[in-house]
C-alpha cells in the first residue's frame, strides 16, 4: 500500500511553487499586451489558491487562526475570484460569482464553529471541500457557457479540468462522511493526499487552458488584420482569393453570381470635397452594401471604390434585382459632412463558371460595368 503514499507536504510546497511561477508568468504575459479582460484578476486568484497552503504549512508556527481558517478561506477566496474573473473572461454574468460569496461566509462560519466550538478536521475537511465542489463546477459551466468566442478545444480542456476536480471533491465530502475522524491533517489518507496533487494538476491545466485561449484570440485578430479592409471592414483582396475555391465549387450545384460596384465620378468626390468625404463615400457605401448581403454572400473591397460581391444560390435574373435594390439604397445615402452631395455606383454583373477560370467572371463583370459606365452610369448591366 506504501507505493501509493503521497507526501502531502512535498505536494503543498509544489502547490504554492506553480501558483507563483504561473502568477508571475501570466500577469508578464498581460503587461506584454493589450489589456485582457479578467487576465489579471485570475492570475492574483492563482496566487491566492497558493497562499492557503503556504499557510497551512506553518500550521504550529503561527496561530490557528491563520494556519487553518486563514489557509482555507484562501484556498475559498483564490478559487472564488477564478471563478469572477473567468466570468468577466469568457463574457458570462456574475450571479454564480455573488451566490460564491455567500457561500464564502457558510465556509467561515463553518471553519469557525469546527476549529473552537467542536473541533473537528473531518467537518472542516467536508465544508471546504463541499464549497470548492461548487466553486469549480460553476465555473465550469460559465468557461462553457461564456458568450466570448474562444477556442472550443481549449474552452472545454479549461472547463473539463474544473468539472473533474469539483467531482472529485464531492467523491471526498462522501469518503470523509463515511470515514473516521483525521487525528493529523498532514498525515491523512490517500483521497486527502490526491486532493493536492489535483490541485497542481488543475492549476497547470486552468493556467495552460488560458494561455492556449489567449493565443488563439491573438490569431484570430491577427487573421482578421490580414483579411480585412481597415476603411470598410469588407474583405480584403488576399480573403477573396482564399474564398473563390469555395464558392466556384458552390456553382457546381447551384449558380453563383458575380458582382461588380464602382462608385461613379468618384474622382471628382475626391477634387472637390477632399480625400477625407472621399473616404467617407467609400465606408458608407460599403455600410449599405454589408447591409443589403444575406447570410452566405460576401462583399470584398477590391482596392479604391470598387467593390466585388459573391451571390451563392443566386441567378443572373435574382442578382439583377438584388444589384437594382442595392443601387437604389446607394442612391438614397447620404453624407454628414457633405449633405448635398448625391452618391451613386453603377454596377456590372456576371455568372461564375466551375470549370473557367475565376477571373475569366471578373473581367466579363468589368465589361458589363464599363458599359454602363460609358452608357452614363448609375444603373446595372449583365454580361453572359
Ligand atoms: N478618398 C479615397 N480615394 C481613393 C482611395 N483609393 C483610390 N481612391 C481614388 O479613387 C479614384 C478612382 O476613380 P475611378 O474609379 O478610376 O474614376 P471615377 O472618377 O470614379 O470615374 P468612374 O469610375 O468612371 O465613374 C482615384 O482618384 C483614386 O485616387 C481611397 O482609399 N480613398
Same mark, same amino acid.
Given at each position: 500500500?506504501?507505493?501509493?503514499?503521497?507526501?502531502?507536504?512535498?505536494?503543498? =510546497?509544489? !502547490?504554492?511553487?506553480?501558483?507563483?511561477?504561473?502568477?508571475?508568468?501570466? *500577469?508578464?504575459?498581460?503587461?506584454?499586451?493589450?489589456?485582457?479582460?479578467?487576465?489579471?484578476?485570475?492570475?492574483?486568484?492563482?496566487?491566492?489558491?497558493?497562499?492557503?497552503?503556504?499557510?497551512?504549512?506553518?500550521?504550529? &508556527?503561527?496561530?490557528?487562526?491563520?494556519?487553518?481558517?486563514?489557509?482555507?478561506?484562501?484556498?475559498? @477566496?483564490?478559487?472564488?475570484?477564478?471563478?469572477?474573473?473567468?466570468?468577466?473572461?469568457?463574457?458570462?454574468?456574475?450571479?454564480?460569482?455573488?451566490?460564491?460569496?455567500?457561500?464564502?461566509?457558510?465556509?467561515?462560519?463553518?471553519?469557525?464553529?469546527?476549529?473552537?466550538?467542536?473541533?473537528?478536521?473531518?467537518?472542516? &475537511? %467536508? %465544508?471546504?471541500?463541499?464549497?470548492?465542489?461548487?466553486?469549480?463546477?460553476?465555473?465550469? !459551466?460559465?468557461?462553457?457557457?461564456?458568450?466570448? /468566442?474562444? #477556442?472550443?478545444? @481549449?474552452?472545454?480542456?479549461?472547463?473539463?479540468?474544473?468539472?473533474?476536480?469539483?467531482?472529485?471533491?464531492?467523491?471526498?465530502?462522501?469518503?470523509?462522511?463515511?470515514?473516521?475522524?483525521?487525528?493529523?491533517?498532514?498525515?491523512?489518507?490517500?483521497?486527502?493526499?490526491?486532493?493536492?496533487? =489535483?490541485?497542481?494538476?488543475?492549476?497547470?491545466?486552468?493556467?495552460?487552458?488560458?494561455?492556449?485561449?489567449?493565443?488563439?484570440? *491573438?490569431?484570430?485578430?491577427?487573421?482578421?488584420?490580414?483579411?480585412?479592409?481597415?476603411?470598410?471592414?469588407?474583405?480584403?483582396?488576399?480573403?477573396?482569393?482564399? @474564398?473563390?475555391?469555395?464558392?466556384?465549387? +458552390? @456553382?457546381?450545384?447551384?449558380?453563383?453570381?458575380?458582382?461588380?460596384?464602382?462608385?461613379?465620378?468618384?474622382?471628382?468626390? $475626391?477634387?472637390?470635397?477632399?480625400?477625407?468625404?472621399?473616404?467617407?463615400?467609400?465606408? !458608407? %457605401?460599403?455600410?449599405?452594401?454589408? +447591409?443589403?448581403?444575406?447570410?452566405?454572400?460576401?462583399?470584398?473591397? #477590391?482596392?479604391?471604390?470598387?467593390?466585388?460581391?459573391?451571390?451563392?444560390?443566386?441567378?443572373?435574373?435574382?442578382?439583377?434585382?438584388?444589384?437594382?435594390?442595392?443601387?437604389?439604397?446607394?442612391?438614397?445615402?447620404?453624407?454628414? /459632412?457633405?449633405?448635398?452631395?448625391?452618391?451613386?455606383?453603377?454596377?456590372?454583373?456576371?455568372?461564375?463558371?466551375?470549370?473557367?477560370?475565376?477571373?475569366?467572371?471578373?473581367?466579363?463583370?468589368?465589361?458589363?460595368?464599363?458599359? &454602363?459606365?460609358?452608357?452614363?452610369? $448609375?444603373?446595372?448591366?449583365?454580361?453572359?
Amino acid at each position: 500500500m506504501d507505493i501509493f503514499t503521497l507526501d502531502i507536504r512535498t505536494l503543498n =510546497f509544489i !502547490v504554492i511553487l506553480f501558483s507563483v511561477i504561473y502568477c508571475i508568468g501570466l *500577469l508578464l504575459f498581460q503587461v506584454a499586451q493589450k489589456p485582457i479582460k479578467g487576465l489579471s484578476l485570475f492570475s492574483l486568484s492563482i496566487f491566492i489558491i497558493g497562499t492557503g497552503p503556504l499557510l497551512l504549512s506553518l500550521r504550529g &508556527v503561527i496561530p490557528d487562526y491563520l494556519s487553518i481558517i486563514g489557509a482555507n478561506l484562501f484556498i475559498a @477566496a483564490g478559487f472564488h475570484l477564478t471563478l469572477y474573473s473567468l466570468s468577466l473572461f469568457r463574457g458570462y454574468s456574475v450571479k454564480l460569482t455573488k451566490f460564491s460569496s455567500l457561500m464564502l461566509l457558510v465556509v467561515f462560519v463553518g471553519f469557525v464553529f469546527f476549529t473552537y466550538f467542536e473541533p473537528s478536521i473531518k467537518n472542516r &475537511v %467536508v %465544508v471546504i471541500s463541499l464549497y470548492m465542489a461548487f466553486v469549480t463546477i460553476s465555473t465550469a !459551466v460559465v468557461v462553457i457557457k461564456g458568450r466570448n /468566442e474562444d #477556442l472550443p478545444l @481549449a474552452t472545454r480542456m479549461m472547463a473539463l479540468s474544473f468539472m473533474a476536480y469539483g467531482l472529485f471533491m464531492l467523491l471526498r465530502v462522501v469518503l470523509s462522511l463515511s470515514g473516521a475522524e483525521i487525528k493529523n491533517f498532514m498525515a491523512a489518507n490517500l483521497i486527502h493526499q490526491l486532493t493536492f496533487l =489535483f490541485s497542481i494538476i488543475l492549476i497547470v491545466s486552468m493556467s495552460f487552458s488560458m494561455i492556449w485561449m489567449i493565443n488563439a484570440r *491573438l490569431l484570430r485578430s491577427i487573421h482578421c488584420l490580414s483579411y480585412q479592409d481597415p476603411l470598410t471592414e469588407l474583405q480584403n483582396r488576399r480573403a477573396l482569393d482564399d @474564398a473563390i475555391p469555395l464558392f466556384q465549387q +458552390q @456553382a457546381q450545384s447551384a449558380p453563383v453570381c458575380m458582382i461588380l460596384s464602382d462608385i461613379d465620378n468618384f474622382k471628382s468626390i $475626391n477634387d472637390q470635397c477632399g480625400h477625407l468625404v472621399g473616404d467617407d463615400v467609400i465606408k !458608407v %457605401v460599403a455600410k449599405v452594401t454589408l +447591409q443589403s448581403l444575406y447570410d452566405s454572400a460576401v462583399a470584398f473591397r #477590391l482596392g479604391g471604390d470598387e467593390i466585388l460581391i459573391l451571390l451563392p444560390n443566386c441567378n443572373l435574373e435574382q442578382a439583377k434585382q438584388f444589384t437594382d435594390e442595392l443601387r437604389q439604397s446607394i442612391v438614397k445615402l447620404t453624407i454628414d /459632412e457633405q449633405p448635398s452631395l448625391h452618391v451613386t455606383s453603377s454596377f456590372g454583373i456576371a455568372q461564375l463558371s466551375p470549370t473557367e477560370n475565376w477571373k475569366a467572371c471578373v473581367e466579363r463583370a468589368d465589361k458589363a460595368l464599363y458599359r &454602363v459606365k460609358h452608357n452614363g452610369r $448609375n444603373t446595372l448591366a449583365i454580361e453572359r
